[in-house]
């Protein structure tokens, strides 16, 4: 049986032992009922998660001692440029999701299209760790403030770049002719899609025009295809 995983954003394992903060030690002690001497594990988000043992069962504050150091595989460092929409539910259904699957960056965008919408960064952030937690990894994915579509694409690219789109009669191709893909950034429109004048900023920004299949998907459905995607498609880098 896998043990549980927490987060500790400062735990490095230079020191013998380490205390968890209160949330994190009432979860615990009071809902998983666990005990001195009891075994558990910590991620850092930085890549390395530490087996620990509970030395101290406070419900305020749990000590642990760390009894090994594991670092983890860095993953591919996938980005995604995603509009925000206006059921939040959905779009934290995404970021859920893409967390899951794998993804470094996210960029919440505001375009031309984009509804009125409500952005609680602090939930959101909950929202990134419960999911690389639950999906037992160490690298935290960053999750920015909401940005306008010209300020991300004003950003310096580090390596290819992409739009998807739904115009008809638009070149597009699949990202699959792309691979193998380093350090790929995508960005996914709203639910009116990216205007033209979008689309054609993004291509001068050497954008690549994608498709990701023959049906039209929701925002927070294809930001999920297109994690998934490129995922299957992009390298690992070195930890």
């Not at 949330?23 to 009891?38: A, F, G, P, W």
């Not at 991300?152 to 638009?170: K, M, Q, R, V, W």
């Not at 597009?172 to 996914?188: D, G, M, V």
């Not at 900023?201 to 295809?225: D, S």
Request: hydrophobic fraction near 40%.
């Amino acid at each position: 049986m896998a043990l549980p995983v927490f987060y500790s954003a400062d735990i490095t394992g230079q020191d013998d032992e380490h205390e968890l903060n209160e949330e994190t030690s009432r979860h615990i002690v009071q809902v998983l009922r666990m005990k001195k001497d009891e075994k558990l594990t910590v991620s850092n988000g930085k890549g390395y998660m530490f087996l620990a043992s509970i030395v101290d069962d406070h419900k305020k504050k749990v000590v642990v001692r760390v009894v090994e150091k594991i670092l983890q595989q860095r993953p591919p460092n996938i980005s995604i440029g995603i509009s925000l929409i206006k059921n939040v539910q959905r779009f934290e259904w995404f970021l859920e999701k893409a967390v899951e699957i794998g993804v470094a960056e996210i960029f919440p965008l505001i375009c031309a299209r984009t509804e009125k919408q409500q952005f609680r960064i602090s939930r959101m952030q909950g929202i990134v760790v419960s999911a690389m937690l639950q999906s037992q990894q160490a690298w935290r994915p960053i999750l920015h403030e909401p940005l306008k579509f010209q300020q991300l694409l004003d950003n310096p690219l580090e390596g290819s770049a992409f739009i998807a789109h739904c115009i008809t009669g638009e070149e597009r191709a699949s990202l699959q002719q792309f691979a193998p893909l380093k350090n790929p950034l995508i960005l996914i429109g709203p639910e009116g899609d990216f205007t033209k004048e979008e689309i054609e900023k993004a291509l001068q920004k050497h954008y690549k025009p994608v498709t990701l299949g023959r049906t039209r998907l929701r925002t927070e459905t294809a930001g999920m295809v297109a994690v998934t995607l490129l995922n299957n498609i992009s390298v690992h880098l070195p930890g």
